[in-house]
């Protein structure tokens, strides 16, 4: 099913792709990619030879009916791997002990530092759980991953995609082997996952912002609901959206 996917997602959109050399033809290695679009765990399997294991939420694996066994079959496809999310901590070690055994058996293991689509465009603040924790834990290389246009492809919201070329960039593997045995370390995890952040700024361009996204999420959440709340009290004092009091003309 990965070669249907693979081949129908290359052949409709064409993603052009740097440092495929990068990724090694055999033994375990860890993609750290930043992340635009829910179609990033598509393209980048698509131009890889080797199958590549994402985590994917458990409700995806999970819905009853028709549509809900064919979502389970296409994420099982495309190599995502089902943990359930419940749960902040238990959701962290059991995606931390899934990229271990993925990586223990010799296989490709992506993961998203930043834990969450960017809001903007703009490149977030690594987790250091995850990413540092499974790669100081197993001593498998990083490959740092830039994902170029893809939230263009199929924009936040949007279910149907738009037929632009996507791209994507790949680093050379990043050794963190000096540090095994010190994933209890949290400067050390912290300096890993900064180091990996960087080489994705690198690849990809993009704006670099110091906080996480889901931050910035709740951020730009809030924006909104106080700028909403602002102008339902400017139209209940019959203001206008400049602040001036509305003009009512008379009736001819």
């Not at 985590?55 to 994420?75: D, H, M, N, R």
């Not at 495309?78 to 271990?100: F, H, M, Y």
Request: glycine share 12%.
């Amino acid at each position: 099913m990965k070669l249907s996917i693979g081949g129908s997602l290359k052949l409709a959109f064409r993603p052009w792709v740097e440092g495929l050399e990068n990724v090694p033809a055999e033994g375990p290695a860890i993609l750290a990619s930043n992340h635009l679009s829910f179609s990033d765990s598509f393209f980048l399997p698509a131009v890889l030879d080797r199958k590549i294991t994402f985590i994917a939420k458990q409700e995806y694996f999970t819905s009853p009916g028709v549509k809900g066994k064919l979502t389970a079959a296409f994420f099982k496809g495309v190599g995502q791997l089902p943990v359930d999310r419940s749960g902040a901590r238990g959701a962290g070690e059991a995606a931390i002990k899934s990229g271990i055994e993925v990586l223990e058996r010799g296989e490709l293991f992506g993961i998203y530092p930043e834990g969450t689509r960017s809001p903007d465009g703009r490149l977030y603040r690594g987790k250091p759980g995850g990413l540092a924790r499974v790669a100081l834990a197993t001593g498998a290389p990083v490959i740092p991953v830039a994902m170029i246009d893809t939230e263009k492809v199929q924009p936040p919201g949007k279910v149907l995609p738009k037929m632009i070329r996507p791209g994507i960039r790949i680093g050379k593997p990043l050794d963190f082997s000096r540090y095994h045995g010190m994933d209890g370390d949290r400067f050390i995890l912290r300096s890993v996952t900064d180091e990996v952040m960087y080489e994705i700024m690198k690849l990809s361009g993009q704006e670099y912002v110091d906080i996480y996204a889901t931050a910035a999420k709740r951020q730009i959440a809030d924006e909104a609901k106080r700028q909403a709340e602002e102008e339902k009290a400017a139209k209940a004092a019959g203001l206008d959206t400049a602040g001036k009091k509305a003009e009512h003309k008379p009736e001819a």
